[in-house]
Every structure is written in C-alpha cells, then in structure tokens.
C-alpha cells in the first residue's frame, strides 16, 4: 500500500514560483512511474507532468512546458514539481499519483490519464492570484 501527501501549495502573484512536495511511505519507490495531476473546480483532472522511476524521462502537458520542472529524489522518497511564471489559469488542486504497476513512460501516453494510476494523495491547493 503506496501512501501519499502532498504540501506546498497556497496563493501566490502572478509571475510568481511554487515547489510542491510529494511524500511517500510503503510500496517499492524505486520501482514506480510518478506523476502530477491537476483539478479546477468544475473541471476534469487534468495531466500536468510525469516522471519515471529512474528521473531519467520526463513529460509535460503543453499549458505547463518550459515553466514547471518535475523531479524526484530517492533518497527521501519524494517527487517535487517546481512552479515558475505562474499563471491565474494554474489555479487548482494539485494531486500527486503513483503507478506501482509500470515504472515507465511508455509510448502509449497512458501516463496522461487519470487511470494510468492506481495510487493517489489528497492533494494540495494552488492560488494564483494578485
């Protein structure tokens, strides 16, 4: 059983950076794809970047490429998302999700889909706002 807590969330300026922090505990770190999902009040959650088990491969969606940089760290078990140029539009709860079933980002880009995983924390709230 994979657990998850997210923090770093809260209101920032427009223009302004974020770092977000995924906690883990249980389950096989080394072994698992990671990822950062986010949802809007009335929205669909929605893909926001993923990472592989090594840190060697990464992907973003398009609204986030070239400001947010997703990372992680074995050693404390944890995935970070860093945030810069924040936008109003990145306004949402942030979630973070684990796949312990694949530890890739495969060609099938089920990575960019809610059920791609099977693990997920409560989530972290993002205000961009002046």
């Known amino acids: 059983q994979v657990q998850l807590e997210e923090s770093g969330g809260g209101l920032v300026q427009p223009g302004g950076s974020l770092r977000l922090s995924c906690a883990t505990s249980g389950g096989s770190f080394s072994m698992q794809r990671m990822a950062w999902f986010r949802q809007a009040p009335g929205k669909e959650r929605e893909f926001v970047a993923a990472?592989?088990?090594?840190?060697?491969?990464?992907d973003y969606s398009d609204s986030v490429k070239g400001r947010f940089t997703i990372s992680r760290d074995s050693a404390t078990k944890a995935m970070y998302l860093q945030m810069d140029s924040l936008k109003s539009e990145d306004t949402a709860v942030y979630l973070c999700?684990?796949?312990?079933?694949?530890?890739?980002?495969?060609?099938?880009?089920?990575?960019?889909?809610?059920?791609?995983?099977?693990?997920w924390g409560q989530g972290t709230q993002v205000t961009v706002s002046s």
């Open positions: 990472i592989n088990w090594r840190g060697s491969t990464t």
């Open positions: 999700a684990v796949d312990s079933r694949s530890r890739y980002l495969g060609d099938s880009g089920d990575y960019r889909l809610p059920g791609g995983f099977n693990y």
